[in-house]
């Protein structure tokens, strides 16, 4: 069966027939351009051998492309209320299973156990803006075998995950992006492409996992603290800023000491550093004793 919610008046025609409008408080923006879910599903790479995460099905728009291509996929969706066009729209696709729940309090790692049998799975989404970092981060750090994430993200979400040292996007999401995945954006969509149309660009994001992170580092814990606290004071300079971090065991002389150490100008800010001097920062003040 092919999919057809991509069509505007077919989407329209269910959300009448269903009596639905678009609810605020879960982010819901329904895609209308099929142009932009062929491209998402081509991204992500899909066949028929995969199993597909979707977060926050919505009315069933992506979920008919991912399922007319995966041999599998389940679908995450914390809003009730959309159960009987679901049942609607992927009535269908026998390869569809939805799951209700809040996707920030499900185990993944245990759908991935049950549904797929441990082996690694595929995420897709048109992710709602309020709660995009949190999701991202949750895929990315969690425990759940997943390859790669291709997701639907705020225009300005997209820059800040692609964005280098120096830059006015660059900050602790695009280390902690750039640590797990390869960022890569696939297209810019306009609020055109949906209805009711947001007020932003958005962007359709590819983020494929590395099996290794391209630096190695003693102490996650600690590189990632460091990343934080040298970006919630992005205007101190960097020793300042980590040695004034909340919960970080760090000292003023400490932090001078490994900054030198890894030959970083004594007036340098965290916004300067690459992932691999923040990596060297952070095993310098291993060796000194730090521990988070």
């Known amino acids: 069966m092919e999919p057809y919610l991509g069509n505007p008046a077919y989407t329209i025609a269910v959300l009448k027939s269903h009596g639905i409008s678009a609810r605020k408080r879960f982010g819901q923006n329904f895609l209308i351009d099929p142009g932009v879910l062929s491209d998402t599903v081509e991204a992500a790479g899909i066949g028929p051998d995969d199993t597909v995460i979707e977060i926050g099905p919505g009315i069933g728009t992506l979920t008919q492309y991912l399922a007319s ?8 969706e914390i809003d009730r209320s959309l159960e009987d066009v679901l049942a609607d729209t992927l009535s269908g696709w026998k390869n569809v299973r939805i799951l209700w729940g809040d996707i920030l309090k499900t185990d993944l790692a245990a759908i991935v156990r049950d549904e797929n049998e441990g082996r690694p ?39 800040r995950m692609q964005a280098g040292p120096g830059t006015k ?28 149309q947001p007020g932003v660009d958005s962007a359709v994001m590819h983020l494929e996992k590395y099996e290794e992170p391209p630096v190695r ?51 340098v800010r965290g916004e300067m550093l690459t992932l691999a001097e923040f ?12 521990k988070m």
């Open 69 to 76: 291509r995966a041999g599998k996929v389940i679908a995450v």
């Open 121 to 159: 799975v595929k995420v897709a989404a048109n992710l709602p803006y309020y709660i995009t970092t949190p999701i991202i981060m949750k895929l990315l750090e969690g425990d759940a075998p997943v390859s790669g994430i291709t997701v639907m993200v705020q225009k300005e979400v997209a820059d």
């Open 169 to 196: 996007d660059y900050g602790a999401l695009s280390l902690a992006v750039q640590y797990y995945a390869m960022p890569e954006c696939v297209r810019i969509v306009h609020p055109s492409s949906f209805v009711p």
């Open 217 to 267: 580092v003693l102490d996650e814990k600690l590189l990632f603290a460091l990343i934080r606290a040298s970006f919630n004071q992005r205007r101190k300079k960097l020793v300042n800023g980590i040695s004034s971090g909340a919960g970080l065991p760090v000292s003023k002389e400490q932090s001078e000491t490994a900054a030198a150490a890894c030959g970083f100008r004594a007036d």
């Open 279 to 290: 990596a060297a920062l952070s095993d310098a003040l291993t060796g000194m004793g730090v």
